[in-house]
Structures are given as C-alpha cells and as structure tokens.
C-alpha cells in the first residue's frame, strides 16, 4: 500500500481508540449503577434497572446505532455526530451486559461481609463503598476484560453510519486496490494487536486490585500444598 493509503488506515485506528475508550467509559458506569440497582432493597429500583438490562441485552447493537443516528434525530429535532452516537448505541448495549457482571460479583461477596457491615451499624452506601465493593471489583475484572473486547469488536459496526473507523477505512482502502485478502488480513492483526495490548492492561489491573484486597491471581495450574494433620494421641 502507499503511504496515503496507510495514512487512512492509521486514522481509522485513531478513530476506533476514541470510539473505544468513550463508549468503554459509559458502559462502566452503566454497569455500576444499574449493577447496584440490581441489588436494591426496593423492589422498583430492582425492577427498573432489570428492564434496562432485559431491553438492551435482547436487541440488536446494531439496530440501536440505526435507532440512535437514524431514528432519534428526527423524532426530536436534533442529530448527534457519528462518534457520539456510536458511543451511546454502544455504551448503553455493553452496559447492560457489564451491569449483570456486577450484580453477580455483589451477590457473590459471603453474607457474613454484609452482615458484619450491619452489627458495625454502616449504612447500606458505607458497606457497599467499604465491604462489597473492595471485595467484588477484583472479581469483575475478568469477565470486564472479556466485554472490553467484544466492545472492541463492537466497533466495527459504526461503519454502517459512514464513520471513518478502522473497518470502514479498510473498506476503503479495499475498494482502492481491489485487494481483499490482503487488506482484511491486515485488519484482523491490528484488531488482534489492540485486543492483545487490552488484554494485559486488563491482566495487571486484576493483580493490582487482588493484591490490595489481600488476593493473588487464581493460578489453576500451582498444585495444592500439603496439609499436614498430626494424630491426636
């Protein structure tokens, strides 16, 4: 290829990293407070957040970017630019689905840690913000690191709206040199890098976070340690 046409390439990655990293921090947040919505003791806090969830879990991201870019703008007079509205589309989609990660690494936390919460006399914020949360943000980070990159891949689907990221630079650049082997190979190895590189960050942060809380890693392949039980005579 020529250096024109890399040039577009390497837009269209800077494209994706913007759409990424925007649509990565909305859907956290999403996650967060629907996830701990989840766990409401008030029963329409939990209903509400669980049909957030059950909405944009069932239907297409795909649809929503139409929904977002196309059908919103004119039903209320105003029109988003493409990054926006693939940030919201995306956002809201993998939010819902990092809100169920949330809600499962809470309830998995022992009863004990909210009960000691409790006799402590802590309100429900001190023992979310003090004792579940410590607890369960490093178990989330696996199942988050797998969600960031089916986010990644995510947003690809921004083409539709003529959005200049990584694959619809690639189309470009295909139609340019009727070449798509080559093209879609290269494609594929740039997704495959960036995912690779989410992928440590991802791996670090859980060690750091685990280490905090007094936790290594799970390590399924360190065999277990002896227990040595004296006879009681």
Request: with cysteine.
């Amino acid at each position: 290829m020529t250096s024109g046409l890399w040039e577009l390439v390497l837009k269209g990655v800077w494209v994706t990293i913007q759409l990424l990293v925007c649509s990565a921090l909305l859907a956290a947040a999403v996650s967060f407070v629907v996830g701990v919505a989840r766990t409401h003791r008030l029963w329409i806090v939990r209903f509400l957040a669980g049909f957030y969830t059950e909405v944009f879990r069932g239907t297409s991201a795909l649809v929503m970017i139409f929904w977002v870019f196309f059908v919103l703008p004119p039903a209320f007079g105003w029109q988003l630019v493409p990054l926006w509205a693939g940030t919201l589309a995306l956002g809201l989609t993998y939010g819902a689905y990092g809100s169920e990660i949330v809600r499962g690494a809470l309830t998995a936390v022992d009863p004990a840690q909210q009960e000691g919460g409790i006799a402590l006399s802590f309100t429900p914020w001190q023992r979310m913000r003090l004792i579940l949360l410590p607890q369960a943000v490093p178990e989330m980070i696996p199942p988050f690191s797998n969600l960031l990159i089916e986010l990644l891949k995510g947003t690809a689907l921004v083409s539709v709206m003529g959005m200049g990221d990584l694959a619809f630079s690639g189309n470009l650049v295909r139609l340019a040199l009727q070449e798509s082997a080559e093209i879609y190979t290269y494609i594929l190895i740039i997704y495959f890098v960036i995912a690779f590189l989410l992928t440590r960050v991802m791996r670090g942060l859980e060690k750091k976070l685990k280490a905090g809380v007094g936790k290594a890693p799970d390590d399924r392949t360190k065999a277990a340690e002896p227990v040595v039980v004296e006879a009681v005579r």
